[in-house]
């Protein structure tokens, strides 16, 4: 009796219906799928096809085999005890990486446990060996103020603010891809590390051995896909607010920034400009002449964004045929109403090609042919009023099964048109991401956080976390979306250090609903959204003005140094924002630092981001010297100071003399 076989560069194993493949995938890295009763699909929800490798290693025995792809071995034993297979992952030193847990014995358990259900997809759960003092990192976008995240458990699906981007790096040296896109959750536990998928068809995933966390990086880059390089309008400052409702206000503003000489790089007009979500066109009682604004704001040098939602009113003038044509989610039951807000709204359905080229086809029209080259993609995971995900149903599939790909196909629709369109230089705003996001410009912003210096450090960890899991494009409200009154000072204060952390983030961009709002209502006497209170950098008083002036002129300056940190991030697939143990891995230290982390590879940034606080501690990672850019003074690595920071001045430290046109300018 053969457990084991060869096919090709894969090895196969069979036992009583199920079979499982490992297979070399890009380089030091090994792809595991098993299936029960069929056959090994072809399919993948994240990973795309690896490059030229060299041939994998296989030997094969009679109760266990192995393959080896570089630096990364796996051995799979049969165990006599029910004929359970266990899979452990090895570096090239022969160090345990990972490893799937045991059968028990008379306990039986198994490591990759397929319940079927009902239409032939399976609930599945994937259990390895936990290892006690392992550290883990990645995962996309959680709103918790942790960075190791042992311990954890989390939800494997998306939500307003919360990405999920199933990749992690542990410590130990390897990085991990969950190559699922359905709903589930992982366990990080500190006895069994478990994987969970709603429903699916197999078990599927992608592990990389490394010896520095930037080389584990750089290979899921490789089979995942890198972003395109960042325009130069990306490498400024942002301005934005809920909302500017008409086109007088749009270009007032623009004028006002112009007129004090305040560099712009792009102004956004946010959601409900248009009559009804899904007609995705202006409100010609609100912008009469949107050509014409479009064009007057380039000519201050300043591109347009748009916001774009991806719901479409029971009211909307495409409604019907998009309903009649199938372009929309559909609901298992009950009424298709998936978000009550203005009314009625389902979802375009961003998993259906034919819907991709209609909502592009409208959008082309009505913003694109305006001259309109950036989006501002909302409502991003989607936004279900509630997240009943077995409810709703895709062109692709059940969302159950296969949900999580809803953004990544969101910003691809508009990537591809663009393309399409012959527009080279891309970024789009959005507000989830999935693995792979980052191949179609997709720019990720934290959603609708609070305006508290508790969600404040928590955007700390998330833009960190977002790096390490393959997008480097993210950013924040700055400010936080709700709660924050103009005229408070102590949102001002908040503002402030918000602003200065919004600098050295990989965009710059200011936004919220402030209050108190303004409610605005149209001839026909409908009320419409609100626009909040002001929100420009001149709103806030006459001393956090000169500093934020300050701060935008900084982040012209660093445009040469922005644009190789983006260049990077394009051809390597590196963090913009990065760990402190990115650069540092030896440095054990650097793996647990929760609020300060590295702007590239030289600037060490500790943001203020506790109220009324006007120093902190710094720790500066060892094995470099690190000059104080408010004072100039040099210091070892290795220690902890406690630094002063005015309000008007962040913390920051240059690496080795590297930048050293940034000390005295902060």
């Known amino acids: 009796m053969a457990f084991f076989e060869k096919q090709g560069r894969n090895l196969v194993f069979r036992e009583n219906g199920e079979t499982v493949m490992v297979s070399p995938w890009g380089r030091n890295s090994l792809r595991m799928r098993a299936k029960i009763l069929e056959d090994i699909g072809d399919e993948s929800a994240a990973l795309l096809a690896p490059g030229e490798m060299s041939e994998p290693v296989i030997e094969i025995g009679e109760m266990e085999a192995s393959i080896t792809n570089g630096k990364i071995h796996a051995r799979l034993v ?5 004929k359970a297979l266990q899979t452990t992952f090895y570096n090239e030193k022969g160090e345990v990486l990972l490893q799937e847990i045991p059968n028990g014995g008379a306990l039986q358990k198994k490591a990759r446990h397929f319940r079927p259900l009902q239409g032939g997809a399976f609930s599945l759960k994937a259990s390895f060996v936990a290892n006690p003092k392992e550290k883990i990192y990645g995962m996309g976008q959680y709103q918790q103020e942790r960075m190791d995240l042992k311990g954890c458990s989390l939800e494997l699906a998306h939500r307003n603010s919360q990405a999920s981007v199933p990749f992690y790096i542990s410590n130990l040296g390897y990085g991990f891809l969950w190559n699922n896109a359905a709903v589930g959750e992982v366990h990080f536990g500190t006895n069994t590390m ?13 592990i990389t051995a490394g010896d520095t966390p930037a080389e584990i990086e750089e290979a899921y880059a490789d089979v995942t896909g890198k972003a395109p390089m960042m325009p130069e ?52 009682e609100y912008f009469p002449a949107p050509e014409e604004m479009v064009r007057e704001l380039h000519e201050m040098g300043i591109e347009t964004m748009v916001s774009i939602w991806p719901q479409v009113d029971w009211r909307s003038e495409n ?17 298709d109403v998936q978000m009550l807000f203005h009314g009625n709204n389902v979802f375009m359905d961003a998993t259906n090609p034919r819907t991709r080229d209609y909502v592009w086809e409208k959008c082309k029209k009505n913003y694109a042919d305006l001259g309109i080259r950036t989006f501002w993609l909302d409502e991003a995971e989607p936004e279900f009023t509630t997240y009943e995900f077995e409810n ?5 599939g059940p969302v159950a099964e296969i949900g999580n790909i809803y953004p990544r196909e969101y910003a691809r629709l508009f990537y591809e048109g663009q393309q399409a369109n012959g527009q080279e230089d891309i970024v789009n705003l959005i507000r989830c991401a ?5 191949r179609y410009g997709a720019l990720v912003w934290s959603g609708d956080i609070m305006s508290t210096y508790e969600d404040f450090r928590k955007q700390i960890c998330a833009g960190i976390h977002m790096g390490i899991s393959g997008i480097p494009w993210w950013t924040t409200d700055i400010g936080g979306f709700h709660g924050g009154v103009t005229a408070d000072p102590d949102f001002r204060e908040l503002l402030v250090r918000w602003f200065q952390f919004g600098t050295f983030c990989p965009v710059m961009r200011i936004h919220g609903c402030r209050q108190p709002g303004k409610q ?4 026909a006497g409908e009320v419409r959204e609100q626009t909040g209170a002001d929100n420009e950098i001149w709103s806030f008083g006459e001393e956090a003005y000169p500093i934020l002036v300050k701060f935008i002129r900084l982040r012209e300056k660093m445009r040469d140094y922005t644009r190789s940190l983006m260049k990077e ?5 590196t963090p913009v924002m990065r760990a402190l143990f990115y650069e540092f891995p030896q440095d054990t230290n650097c793996w647990d630092i929760t609020d300060e982390y590295l702007y590239g590879p030289d600037l060490l940034i500790a943001p203020v981001c506790h109220e009324h606080a006007m120093s902190r501690s710094v720790y500066l990672p060892a094995g470099a010297v690190w000059t104080d850019a408010n004072t100039g003074k040099q210091y070892e690595g290795g220690q902890t100071l406690e630094v002063e920071a005015p309000l008007a001045t962040l913390p920051v430290f240059v690496r080795d003399g590297r930048q050293a046109w940034i000390v005295g300018e902060i």
Not at 273 to 280: A, M, N
């Open 520 to 523: 605005i209502i149209n001839k």
């Open 319 to 335: 409604y019907e045929e998009m309903k009649q044509q199938g372009l929309l989610v559909k609901s298992n039951i009950g009424l």
């Open 569 to 573: 991030a394009h051809e390597k697939g």
């Open 392 to 396: 709703y149903r895709y062109q692709a």
């Open 194 to 206: 478990e994987w969970t998928s709603m429903a699916t068809r197999q078990l599927d995933y992608w």
């Open 233 to 284: 309008y990306g490498l400024g400052f942002w301005q934005c607010k809920l909302r500017y409702y008409n086109q007088e206000q749009v270009l007032e503003i623009a004028r006002e920034y112009k007129r004090r000489e305040i560099p712009v790089d792009v102004l956004v007009i946010d959601y409900y400009h248009w009559p009804r979500c899904g007609d995705w066109r202006f409100d010609e």
């Open 434 to 438: 999935w693995a792979g996001s980052q």
């Open 78 to 82: 049969v165990n006599p005890w029910g």
